[in-house]
């Protein structure tokens, strides 16, 4: 789901004209002051030490919501500023946004086999390559996009085509940077113990 921000205005500042009690749901701000404001909702004001959310503007009146942000509702007098301040859930919700964005996955097909001739095959939409022996292996060969600033891991997804109790499974990994040899790196997790269900993915 989108992060859904506050909306943002420069110099939105204004005096609240009228007390108002810590039970008001609305207020007014000077005249020809509501103008300041944003025309879209909603956006969070600073009144003293509280916080409100306005869901509304009506000439200078604003339609708030009370006590956001872990602060208190309490009486105001008249003439106290009224302000639309950057806040910390403002930026709470950038970071969210931000860390949203670069996790970010990819997948990437078996690319092809080899001893004992596997077969390339498919499972759904997903290319796969048959490895039924265990002289057989299957490749998966792909650079990192561009638009990724690192690549942090990589997971291998296996289809059992029968059940069986428990199956060696050997995986090696290769990896360079951009420019060094395909092999610069090397990782391996060997004998790996699975259990295979039938369709089941593991």
């Known amino acids: 789901m989108a992060t859904e921000f506050l909306e943002v205005i420069n110099r939105a500042a204004a005096t609240l004209d009228g007390n108002i009690a810590d039970d008001a749901l609305s207020l007014d701000v000077g005249v020809g002051e509501g103008v300041l404001f944003p025309v879209a909702y909603p956006f969070h004001i600073t009144i003293e030490d509280e916080i409100l959310s306005c869901t509304n503007v009506a000439g200078d009146t604003l339609t708030v919501v009370r006590a956001q942000q872990g602060t208190v509702a309490v009486a105001h007098l008249t003439g106290v500023d009224v302000q639309l301040r950057i806040t910390a ?3 709470s919700d950038l970071n969210t ?5 670069e996790v970010k996955e990819f997948f990437v ?17 997903y290319g796969t390559v ?3 022996a265990n002289t057989y292996a299957a490749f998966v060969i792909f650079r990192v996009p561009h638009d990724f600033t690192t690549l942090t891991s990589a997971e ?3 289809i059992p085509e029968g059940t069986e109790g428990a199956s060696n499974i050997d995986i090696f990994s290769d990896y360079a940077a951009e420019g060094e040899a395909y092999n610069a790196n090397s990782e391996s997790e060997e004998a790996a ?10």
């Open 156 to 158: 291998f997804v296996i």
């Open 97 to 101: 946004a931000v860390n949203a964005l």
């Open 193 to 202: 113990t699975y259990g295979l269900t039938d369709d089941q993915i593991i």
């Open 109 to 125: 097909p078996a690319t092809c086999g080899e001893g004992g001739e596997p077969e390339l095959s498919s499972y759904g939409d």
């Open 89 to 91: 859930k403002s930026i």
């Open 130 to 132: 048959d490895i039924g």
